[in-house]
């Protein structure tokens, strides 16, 4: 199924196409092979939390940085609209770190006067 004359928007349909059906496999392998080879203490991290190997496809499938950026604007609610994701769950899908404080929806919208006069 691969052309050599494929180009475009085309050869991203391709690459697409390699990760979905050539790599997923592999990922999962390679996962479960990881997770037999450690051992029970090392698959504990020092909190008690359980260790896993993990591999980010989604960084392979997702789109341009810009147009990550421009979906994730409009997900906190940038250019008027609503905002249906939190700072941490924008934060997740780019596999960051939590920010403290960021699990509740922005409030669009609103001034700093407009949320003190709420909390009062």
Known sequence: MFDETAWGSGIEQLG???VVYCLLPWFVIWE??????LSVSEKRARNGTMLYAKFNERALLRGSMKDQAEVMARALGSGGGLPWVTQNEARESFDTNPKPGGDHLPRPGTSAATIVEDET
Do not use: C, M, Q
């Open 16 to 18: 697409l196409y390699f």
């Open 32 to 37: 479960e092979a990881v997770w037999r080879l």
